[in-house]
């Protein structure tokens, strides 16, 4: 049974900083490519990173480039999304999900591209 469950996220101030978890097991993790998605109230999900199956290989969208950080640790079938100088516009669920093979696509911030999705975990920067 696939299982996908992100963690970490939570209210913080403009500036701070948050690490955002997915643990992630019935499937091979260490084979697939990861990302981060997001969404906010009424708009459609975003890219927010992706990261190679080997960890080396990481995307960011335009709009976190320089802020956030994307790490895996493969013995642990555990993503990481590490977020810093947080602001509001940040305000989001984040998703964590897994591609159907081990590369991130040059269409990684497409949705579609992605087979197995965790629930989410809420992040909320207050200004």
């Known amino acids: 049974q696939v299982q996908v469950v992100e963690s970490g996220g939570g209210l913080v101030q403009a500036g701070g900083s948050l690490t955002l978890s997915c643990k992630a097991s019935?499937?091979?993790?260490?084979?697939?490519?990861m990302a981060w998605f997001r969404q906010a109230p009424g708009k459609e999900r975003e890219g927010v990173s992706c990261?190679?199956?080997?960890?080396?290989?990481?995307l960011y969208g335009d709009s976190v480039k320089g802020r956030f950080t994307i790490s895996r640790d493969n013995a642990k079938n555990t993503l990481y999304l590490q977020m810093d100088n947080l602001k509001p516009e940040d305000t989001a669920m984040y998703f964590c999900?897994?591609?159907?093979?081990?590369?991130?696509?040059?269409?990684?911030?497409?949705?579609?591209?992605?087979?197995?999705w965790g629930q989410g975990t809420q992040v909320t920067v207050s200004s």
């Open positions: 019935g499937f091979a993790f260490r084979g697939h490519a």
């Open positions: 999900a897994a591609d159907y093979d081990g590369y991130c696509a040059d269409s990684w911030e497409i949705p579609s591209e992605y087979n197995y």
């Open positions: 990261v190679n199956f080997h960890g080396r290989t990481k």
